[in-house]
């Protein structure tokens, strides 16, 4: 069996072919190596190099050296996607500690997803929103709507799209942070509502073993059904898990009421010190939070045939810019360039 060891040596060889402008032999393969902290003798890397022609990986052309072969290509592409795996655990990460907003002031940066659709299709697209706002499994209540010449975020709206950012539930673990309250997020997944109410989780997806945003996931699988729980109160929709400490719950507590009032909302349940919530175990010395995913919304969109493409925590947004999404009712998702685009 190859060792984990043998197998990193072997994707770093193969990288450096694939960055090189040409074929390199085994001594400038070990040079270059080095000044990335790979310390493998030439004659190491030449016994790399002849496993991986056996594998089809390089080809050997005599004293101009190897150079990579498609299947070589494959193999590092496959090696860089379990490289990612963790990368949403890191994002949230990340983005908690630079999130300032405050909730006392009202001031300050919350994440924002981002998701696209064809302008075209904006009626429909936001009749499918308001519904799930309205039956309360969003994140939140405030949404921003970015139009051909705005800027969501990060993100300048091209032509013929319509943009909508959504509340990532993150949101929630950089309120707490704030507080110097400690948030672990342990996993996204597929809560199912029954009577309007969660019930259970019927998939779960651990952020640390993941590359993708485990909702991002679901909704390019067609697995929600978020359209129908706003409508019968009955369905699929997106859903996160985290854990906080018994010692914090008065305070957790607080700060989901306060944030709920401001339209930063989305805790679906708070657990009990040291018990299950909703059949999910927790640590010994915390208690469960589920949270509404922030893109249920865009999930019912995509239920309606409407096609999209997200981008979970994409970005920070200043809390200002976003609008109660009732506001939405009323608002033409196809005006003209120009023309004010959100609440002063």
Request: proline content about 5%; aromatic content about 4%.
């Amino acid at each position: 069996m190859v060792g984990p060891k043998t197998q990193q040596n072997m994707i770093a060889i193969l990288r450096v072919l694939r960055n090189a402008p040409g074929p390199m032999g085994a001594e400038r393969v070990s040079a270059e190596l080095r000044y990335s902290g790979t310390r493998l003798s030439e004659r190491a890397v030449r016994n790399y190099l002849a496993q991986a022609d056996a594998q089809g990986w390089t080809q050997n052309l005599g004293r101009r050296g190897r150079r990579l072969t498609p299947e070589g290509r494959q193999e590092v592409a496959r090696a860089q996607v379990m490289d990612k795996v963790g990368f949403v655990a890191a994002r949230v990460d990340e983005l908690t500690y630079q999130m300032d907003f405050d909730l006392e002031s009202r001031q300050g940066t919350v994440i924002l997803n981002v998701s696209t659709m064809a302008l075209e299709d904006a009626d429909a697209a936001l009749g499918a929103l308001l519904a799930v706002y309205d039956a309360g499994l969003g994140m939140g209540r405030l949404v921003l709507l970015g139009r051909p010449g705005d800027t969501v975020g990060a993100f300048q709206v091209p032509p013929g799209r319509l943009v909508i950012g959504t509340l990532c539930s993150v949101s929630i673990n950089g309120i707490f942070l704030r507080a110097k309250v400690a948030t672990r997020s342990r996993f996204g997944g597929l809560l199912e509502i029954e009577d309007g109410h969660p019930k259970r989780f019927t998939q779960l997806i651990r952020y640390d073993g993941t590359s993708l945003d485990p909702l991002e996931i679901f909704i390019r699988g067609h697995m929600t059904s978020v359209a129908q729980a706003a409508r019968t109160g009955a369905g699929l929709i997106g859903a996160s898990f985290r854990e906080v400490p018994t010692v914090s719950l008065a305070e957790v507590r607080r700060l989901a009421a306060l944030s709920d009032k401001l339209g930063l909302g989305g805790i679906m349940a708070i657990g009990q010190p040291n018990q299950p919530l909703l059949d999910i175990p927790v640590a010994q010395g915390c208690v469960g939070l589920v949270v509404s995913g922030g893109l249920n919304p865009v999930a019912a969109i995509t239920e309606v045939g409407i096609g999209t493409t997200s981008a979970a925590m994409h970005s920070l947004c200043d809390f200002n810019r976003l609008l109660e999404y009732e506001t939405l009712r009323n608002l033409d998702p196809r005006r003209q360039p120009g023309t004010p685009a959100y609440r002063p």
